[in-house]
């Protein structure tokens, strides 16, 4: 979403709900009124007509030549107050694509008109908040390495005036070194915050995830912070997902305005360790897409694509036996079943969630594993089968993995079930680059060369490779390179998303 789809009137009219009905409309000043109509705040001023913009026409809030209407979204709406004989509107303004800054509409009350003025702007918070949850309580977390050195230059200019604009309850700390996230997550008091925002790639939100399932009360940790993204790095998936950009500033609006909802969460287990996932897990031409091109940062999310590129060329194949737990077999199951759930109103954040009295309610951290680890015997009902020429295995928990990669499309944040994709790797160059580019136009998922499945489990057994171990990547983070299992924990997690149900990506 860019800021200019943030501001702009989703339905149409946004005078329609403004006739006719009592308390809508509130009369400031000499020659001007506000109204609450059905998407937007409405500021009829008619001091605007035929002034240029400057400093003295409320704010920024005029084009070059001003009309006596303007239209504020309601989503852009952060606060407004009634101070003394004064009310304020502070609001989200798109001062460029992907840029969105505070802007304040100021306006005398007479005192006969206060209590009008004050029930008004009650009801203009309302509309402007809906569902969400007003002046949050957000524990921010800055990796100041992410971003090549930027997010805390990027917090203070991006993000941090929305959120004080909006009225959050803010408690800022930069994280120190790799794994400190998880250090503050685990020990921190949940009762004091309902959201942890990470300022930094996806790397910050994987360590806040994991931080809350090693504590004792684990689930109801996960269950009552939500984990946000706010993108300033390189790899910013969380925040196109939920958010649907990689602007700070927009995804801080997002924060603000964002419906809470569970999000599946995925146990990886290798040897005596035990992971959780929210993103990805891949073998193959991906993780070393990802992974083999981590000293290429300073190229930013160009690496991606020039680490396929030289990769392609080997037409490397990362042999394997899997064995897989499937849901949903095909993909007309799995068109279905997407858009089933597409057509579903939102469900509260509570539900979507595992009964927890079908878990050992002795045990409130983590559920216990339903399928064992990958050192244990494999599952009775579970068959190893051969991949000898496996290119690519990526099991997504999200749709987007980077900006523009939108590889599982048919992907949910509470189903239940990671979306599998295999490709074999001995497919012709022209096939590899084909579905690379179809990636980026949305066709991949039709692709016959795609074998694409819903699972709910899964264990990866790698084989050794000529020239060395390869890569294996939980949520961009390499782990050591053998044996391994997952599963998903329905609705574990919880995020903030602007539609609180879907991600913010085309689907099947």
Known sequence: MDASSAIKDAHGDPFADT????????????NASLMLGTDSLIVLDESFSGKKRGRGNCCGLLGDEAKATRAIAFFNVLWAELDDFELTVHYAQGTSKDVVRVAVVRY??????????????????????????????????????????????WYSRDIEPIFRAARCELDVENTRHQGHAVEIAEGM????????????????????????????????ALAKVAVV?????????????????????????????????????????????????????????????????DHLRWMGAYRFLFGFLVRLLGKTVYPADIAVKVAVPDKAAIRTHYRQEAETRRLPSAQGRPDPSSDDEASPGLPPLQHGQAADPLP?????????????????????????????????????????????????????????????????????????????????????????????????????FGPFQAEVHRGLGTVLSKSGRLYEAQGV
């Open 229 to 293: 993204q706010l993108p300033c790095g390189s790899g910013n998936a969380m925040s196109w997902n939920l958010a649907g950009t990689d602007s700070p500033s927009v995804a801080a609006l997002c924060v603000v305005k964002g419906l809470r909802a569970p999000l599946d969460l995925v146990s990886v287990t290798q040897e005596d360790r035990r992971t959780l996932s929210f993103l990805s897990q891949s073998v193959g031409i991906v993780a070393e897409t990802d992974l083999g091109t």
């Open 108 to 153: 005398p009350v007479e005192k006969a008109d206060r209590p009008e003025a004050a029930a008004w702007t009650l009801r203009l918070l309302d509309r402007a908040y809906g569902e969400a949850q007003r002046r949050r309580r957000v524990k921010v977390l800055v990796n100041p390495f992410s971003g090549r050195g930027g997010a805390a230059k």
């Open 189 to 220: 008091n949940i009762d004091a915050y309902d959201v942890v925002a990470c300022c930094s790639g996806d790397g910050l939100p994987h360590e806040v995830f994991n931080g809350l399932g090693k504590r004792k009360d684990a689930r109801a």
């Open 380 to 480: 009775s009902d579970w068959n190893l089968v051969p991949y000898d020429k496996l290119g690519n295995f990526y099991a997504g928990n999200m749709a987007y993995m980077s900006a523009d990669a939108n590889f599982f499309p048919a992907s949910l944040p509470h189903d239940g079930c990671l979306d599998l994709v295999c490709i074999d790797g001995d497919i012709s160059r022209l096939a590899s680059i084909r579905a690379f580019v179809a990636v980026e136009k949305g066709t991949f998922f039709d692709l016959p060369l795609v074998s694409y499945r819903k699972i709910t489990a899964y264990r990866f057994v790698p084989r050794p490779r000529p020239g060395g171990d390869g890569y294996i990547s939980i949520d961009g983070e390499r782990v050591p």
């Open 19 to 30: 006739v006719g009905d009592a308390g809508l409309t509130l009369a400031v000043g000499r």
